[in-house]
């Protein structure tokens, strides 16, 4: 899916949008960019599966789908992003300037945030290919059964806070907000993106839903 | 002992010790651990490691109380003041072996501060007071505040330092490679702040290796003549068999800092992965290479958070529209706390060229101080401008100058004792850069030679305060030339004496001097041309007005301040904006409503109100048009931002209406039905709940806004106040919907018998019926559609 096609779909467009639309945003493209300050931090990562979940460098996940994520991988990296803190305040101005450009930040932001984090995988992909192996697409705290709770084993094993100048609050929400973070595991064999299922992704309302959701105890 | 090292430093260097917590790793402290709680587990190994760098010859030991806050220890069993207690203490029964001095050391707190996270400024100074009480009773020598990334912590950490101890204070901030904060701020901001705020030394730790801040330390040593620090890492972190290494050794870490001191770094140390041994190679190579920083002329600057505005050759405008005199609909923006109106003045002045803006709301009915700082904490979170606190009471101003973040511009001081004794004490606590008007006990004085001894008083006092001529502008008071014709000439005389004889900056209030004449913007301008020609250094205006812009932007590409003449070709090289209004002036307020034009929603109703009453035109144009638009974003053949341009278009035709109405007819057209909202407790994002807001405010509901991060006490409080019959909740996330749950529980439970609608991106409509809601919103329409049906029934 190219830029403009992944800013249109978050913005729930499913017609050609008018010249308005596009001028919108292609100037919160530059705004975004001018404002953001990439920065990334990543570590390998001990884990063992059991029959009931996955330990992660000593600290245990009971998540069925971590589980099935990381089966036939050998090693695990995890991952931090952010596209910094002046994406938000970026936001928050419009707020009080031009309030129909915060969808369009909004949604631009997620996409450049996708790329950029892309980008930031590279020093992962040199160092999973020292080691003959392959990149599984990333896998984060919110996904399937794979707690929000999660989010604090990142920030007590990556430098977070301090390179990234990220906060984790007590609701386990990450402030500035286009931060991710995430475990992706090392493979022998390339990941088949065809295990990616609508039916196993837990936003039951997502606009592009194409199965019904199934839980943790039915999908496995 | 501290004091004699700092004496020394223009004649030999002084050395911090080098990394604890990856010494701590490699001892065994795992993932999650807090690391001060070693003082108390494992006293021995933390005794071991000062020890082991005083003997390599460090004289400042940093206390390994880096976290020991009580954010940080929120589920630790030990207090702050047990593990600062025990920290510095195990630090001095090192150095008192050595001879050595301790630093407390104090970390950020790991929460982002307001407005983007949570952290009150307030909160956060009395979080680090508490590190500093203990540190002080424990016997630290002096504190040092490192690894921080935001001016804005580090200014409540220097407050919290100063106001509990009378140690020196060093403050290290960690920059990237292009030498900013994760803030925005940069190396000259945080130099700038520091500095105003009386800091000992400053300079700059972890993140970087020493051959990037080798790099940096030209920028860092021109904006300061205060000791430098560096404390660098041991290069950068690599991933080696899932172990952390630093890819620099001792060797390559002791030459780069030899030429750090060479440049007249007179305090180093190291960072994260620097070890005793690191210490030891550097530390004699550093002494010999040491050779002391020349200083240079001090600068004139303020700044915000994240930018320096600095007063040389070409002039600063000064916005001065967030101000209450003379304007009506400012007084009563004011009056009802509508912030929005006051952040709007502000937003507009920055895009007409203002580089600072000032910020008065001064009024006799009215609470200054709450206005004044609320005003200023709001601007700040949208514009990164610095400000000019504009205030003639001090209590208002100090508390401004507390909560701003960056280095003020303080308008102002006068030649009178009383002012001085009020305003100079603040800007030697706070910092900042004051304007000094030329007014005496006997008042202005009349002549050229008169203003400027008045300007030589002001200097003379501030210098018994330790204020340099660097922190002091002169303003030596534009009058109106329809009262005395000389009056401009004698402004302009003592602006030239004032700037050959005491060598400080100099700005004038401009539109002052047509005060009483037709066609003022003539006068106006054309003494705002004398002056500057004459080497005005700031200008108080009104950046709004075009005569005067221009007048600057074409005395800025003459003098040669607007390389390329790229500002005043961006300024007027587009002629077509003016074909576009006359193009807007053809649509029907329907029509521009529709299309979301701003500019032809506000003609079109303008050329409406001149026929028809305010209430036809709302209800047989607007609200019509609305629906229109509504109904399209729900049918999915017209976009949110296209719904939100339609909003805003429709705001703009109500500005217009509202003008023309009558009190009696405003009060007709609104929809009284109040709502309350809020985004729930423990969720921070309100993206959501806001664009709900701008659509009810649209349909003319009385929304009051409770923010976000709201408590149920809080809404259940507002809903009893108000007597609303509607509640809107948000929240984001799985982990804070359980907070709406609780909201609603509240409501019920004391028998409000309020609706309570919900939305955000987690919520469904199985859920919000779980948890007793009346409606859900799926989208933002949706809540609309919701509170009008509801108004519309209480009306039957």
């Known amino acids: 899916m190219d830029h403009l096609e992944s800013i249109l779909r978050y913005l729930g467009c499913r017609e050609k949008p008018d010249n308005s639309l596009l001028e919108m945003i292609q100037k919160a493209d530059m705004l975004l960019t001018a404002a953001s300050s990439p920065k990334s931090v990543w570590k390998d990562i001990s884990f063992s599966l059991t029959d009931t979940g996955t330990s992660l460098n000593g600290s245990f996940f009971s998540s069925s789908a971590l589980r099935s994520y990381l089966k036939g991988c050998t090693k695990a990296v995890i991952f931090a992003f952010t596209l910094g803190r002046q994406i938000d305040q970026l936001i928050y101005k419009y707020q009080y300037t031009q309030v129909s450009m915060i969808p369009v930040l909004q949604a631009c932001a997620s996409v450049l945030c996708e790329e950029e984090g892309k980008k930031a995988l590279q020093p992962i992909c040199q160092y999973a290919g020292e080691h003959n192996l392959f990149l599984r697409p990333s896998f984060g705290p919110g996904y399937d059964d794979f707690p929000l709770q999660a989010q604090k084993f990142f920030f007590q094993n990556l430098p977070i806070e301090k390179k990234l100048g990220v906060e984790l609050t007590e609701t386990y929400m990450m402030i500035p907000s286009k931060t991710v973070t995430s475990i992706i595991g090392l493979s022998p064999t390339p990941y088949n993106l065809r295990n990616h299922k609508c039916s196993r992704c837990s936003f039951q309302t997502c606009p592009y839903r194409k199965e019904p959701y199934h839980d943790k105890n039915s999908s496995q | 002992m501290i ?267 190291g960072c994260c992965g620097t070890t005793p041994d690191y210490l030891k190679t550097m530390i004699p190579l550093c002494k010999k290479a040491f050779s002391p920083a020349a200083d240079h002329a001090p600068i004139t600057a303020v700044t915000s958070g994240s930018k320096i505005t600095y007063f040389e050759e070409r002039p600063i405008i000064i916005g001065e529209r967030i101000n209450p005199t003379g304007k009506p609909k400012f007084k009563q923006a004011l009056r009802e706390k509508n912030y929005e109106y006051i952040l709007r003045e502000g937003v507009t002045q920055q895009d007409n060229g203002a580089e600072i803006l000032d910020v008065n709301v001064g009024l006799p009915e009215i609470d200054e101080d709450e206005l004044m700082t609320e005003t200023v904490s709001r601007l700040q979170a949208i514009s990164d401008l610095p400000l000019q606190l504009d205030t003639s009471d001090p209590t208002v101003m100090e508390h401004a100058m507390r909560i701003y973040n960056g280095k003020p511009l303080v308008n102002s001081v006068t030649a009178k004792m009383s002012s001085m004794n009020a305003i100079f004490p603040l800007i030697k606590k706070y910092g900042g850069v004051v304007i000094g008007l030329t007014i005496t006990e006997d008042g202005i004085p009349e002549t050229p030679e008169g203003r400027l001894q008045a300007a030589e008083i002001i200097v003379k006092e501030a210098s018994k305060y330790g204020i340099g001529r660097e922190s002091i502008i002169i303003d030596p008071l534009t009058m109106a030339i329809s009262a005395d014709s000389n009056a401009a000439s004698i402004t302009l005389k003592a602006m030239q004496l004032i700037k050959e004889n005491l060598d400080v900056k100099v700005s004038l209030g401009v539109s002052n001097v047509s005060f009483g004449l037709p066609q003022r913007e003539n006068i106006t301008a054309s003494f705002f041309n004398a002056a500057m020609t004459l080497g005005l250094n700031a200008a108080i205006m009104n950046p709004n007005a075009e005569a005067m812009m221009r007048t600057y932007r074409s005395f800025c590409a003459i003098k040669g301040f607007d390389p390329n003449c790229m500002t005043y070709i961006s300024a007027y090289a587009d002629v077509k904006e003016e074909d576009k209004k006359r193009a807007a002036e053809e649509y029907t307020l329907e029509q521009a409503i529709e299309k979301g034009l701003k500019s032809a929603a506000a003609n079109a109703a303008k050329k409406l109100s001149s026929a028809f009453s305010s209430l036809d035109i709302i209800q047989n144009h607007i609200v019509p048009a609305l629906d229109t638009v509504g109904a399209k974003f729900q049918k999915g053949t017209l976009f949110l931002p296209q719904l939100l341009m339609s909003a805003e278009a429709a705001k703009e035709a109500f500005a217009v209406i509202k003008e023309n109405m009558k009190a009696d007819t405003a009060a007709e057209t609104k929809n009284n039905m109040t709502i309350v909202i809020a985004t729930v407790k423990g969720d921070v994002h309100d993206i959501g709940k806001n664009i709900v807001k701008v659509l009810l405010d649209n349909y003319g509901f009385n929304v009051i806004d409770l923010g976000r991060d709201v408590s149920p006490k809080t809404i259940l409080d507002t809903v009893l106040e108000t007597n609303a019959p509607l509640v809107g909740l948000s929240a984001l996330m799985t982990t804070t919907v359980p907070s709406m749950k609780e909201t609603i529980a509240l409501l019920r439970k004391e028998g409000v018998s309020c609706k309570v609608m919900v939305g955000g991106a987690v919520l469904t409509q199985e859920y919000a019926d779980s948890i007793g809601a009346d409606f859900y919103g799926k989208d933002a329409m949706d809540s609309v559609r919701y509170a009008v049906s509801l108004s519309d029934s209480l009306k039957k």
């Open chain 2, 3 to 269: 004091k004699t090292l700092l004496n020394k430093l223009k004649k030999e260097p002084v050395f911090f010790d080098g990394g604890m917590g990856t010494l701590l790793q490699k001892s065994g402290l795992a993932p999650g651990d807090i690391p001060e709680s070693w003082n108390i587990l494992h006293p021995e190994r933390i005794y071991q490691i000062h020890q082991a760098y005083a003997s390599s010859g460090c004289q400042i030991l940093k206390s390994n109380t880096f976290g020991a806050n009580r954010c940080k220890l929120i589920d630790s069993s030990y207090s702050v003041q047990e593990l600062v207690d025990a920290g510095v203490k195990l630090a001095k029964k090192a150095a008192a072996e050595s001879g050595a001095c301790v630093a407390l050391d104090i970390g950020p707190t790991g929460k982002l501060m307001k407005p983007l996270g949570n952290l009150d400024f307030e909160e956060a100074v009395q979080i680090f007071s508490e590190m500093v009480q203990s540190g002080v009773d424990a016997g630290a020598d002096c504190i040092l505040i490192e690894t921080m990334n935001d001016v804005y912590e580090a200014k409540a950490a220097v407050l919290a330092a100063k106001e509990n101890s009378d140690l020196p204070v060093f403050v290290t901030m960690t920059f990237d490679e292009s030498g900013k904060l994760l803030t925005g701020g940069t190396i000259e901001v945080a130099a700038a702040v520091l500095e105003g705020l009386g800091v000992d030394a400053i300079g700059m730790n972890c993140g970087l290796g020493p051959d990037t801040m080798l790099q940096l330390l030209p920028r860092l040593m021109q904006a300061t003549n205060l000791p430098v620090i560096i404390n660098p890492n041991a290069g950068l972190p690599k991933e080696k068999d899932g172990e952390t290494v630093f890819d620099i050794d001792a060797d390559s870490f002791a030459k780069t800092m030899k030429e750090i001191a060479k440049n007249g770094v007179s305090m180093l140390g």
